[in-house]
């Protein structure tokens, strides 16, 4: 079965600070999908990034960075030089690769609070 | 729609009334899924259509919870002799095509509070 371990439930940084969120998962599939979203106090979820499981290599989009490491079965996320409206849940999410039946159903990490203050 | 739409966003219910949660998917896109979300947890799966056909059912928590999308756009989730349990928002997310590559899109969920 797949699961995703998100261990800190809170992280309060003053703004300007960098914070790093963690993500640990389990899969017996070769082939997967790794994504993180932001979750506003409006409610939905908002895709920041997708990496498959043959992909290693770090990403940085803006003040966003992700740092993926298959042998330790981590795919971590760093916002740098945080700023107030970075105040959201966020989640890790794994999808196995299937192309029938079950789609690409996510499954969730318990999530990560992130508070900026100013 | 621009995005994925859900209605309502809150919904009261009386323990032991039946509700139903409409979600409206991206226009064209083939995967829809629903999930439930617990107040300060991760959404969890709960069934998922391609186009109008139900392929997996396996998050459903109980026979009380029942999902169509019988033209293969428009999705209901209908749940049945409501009970405190049931509390959660419900997400419903589309995507243009199955596989893991495929990003999927969220609305922005119905609060659901039985009482």
């Known amino acids: 079965a797949q699961k995703v371990t998100q261990a800190q439930t809170e992280i309060s940084v003053v703004e300007k600070e960098d914070v790093t969120l963690d993500c640990v998962y389990e899969?017996?599939?070769?082939?997967?999908?790794l994504f993180w979203y932001k979750q506003p106090p409006s409610g939905e979820l908002v895709f920041l990034i997708r990496?498959?499981?043959?992909?290693?290599q770090n990403e940085i989009s803006g003040r966003y960075s992700w740092n993926f490491q298959k042998s330790t079965s981590s795919f971590n996320f760093t916002i740098t030089a945080s700023q107030v409206v970075d105040s959201a849940v966020y989640f890790c999410?794994?999808?196995?690769?299937?192309?029938?039946?079950?789609?690409?159903?996510?499954?969730f990490g318990g999530g990560t609070r992130v508070l900026v203050k100013p | 729609g621009a995005g994925v739409s859900q209605s309502p966003r809150y919904k009261v219910a009386k323990r032991g009334q039946d509700v139903a949660l409409r979600c409206d998917p991206i226009?064209?896109?083939?995967?829809l899924f629903w999930y439930q979300q617990a107040l300060g947890q991760g959404p969890e799966f709960l069934t998922y259509f391609q186009n109008e056909a139900q392929l997996d059912k396996s998050g459903l928590p109980s026979d009380r919870f029942f999902a169509e999308r019988p033209e293969g756009s428009v999705s209901t989730l209908k749940i049945q002799r409501t009970q405190q349990e049931d509390s959660a928002v419900y997400l419903c997310a589309s995507s243009l095509a199955p596989g893991g590559y495929t990003e999927a899109f969220f609305g922005q969920g119905t609060r659901l509070t039985v009482v």
């Open positions: 999410a794994l999808s196995e690769n299937k192309w029938e039946a079950a789609g690409n159903k996510l499954t």
């Open positions: 990496r498959n499981s043959f992909d290693e």
């Open positions: 899969t017996r599939d070769t082939t997967y999908y």
């Open positions: 226009s064209g896109h083939v995967s």
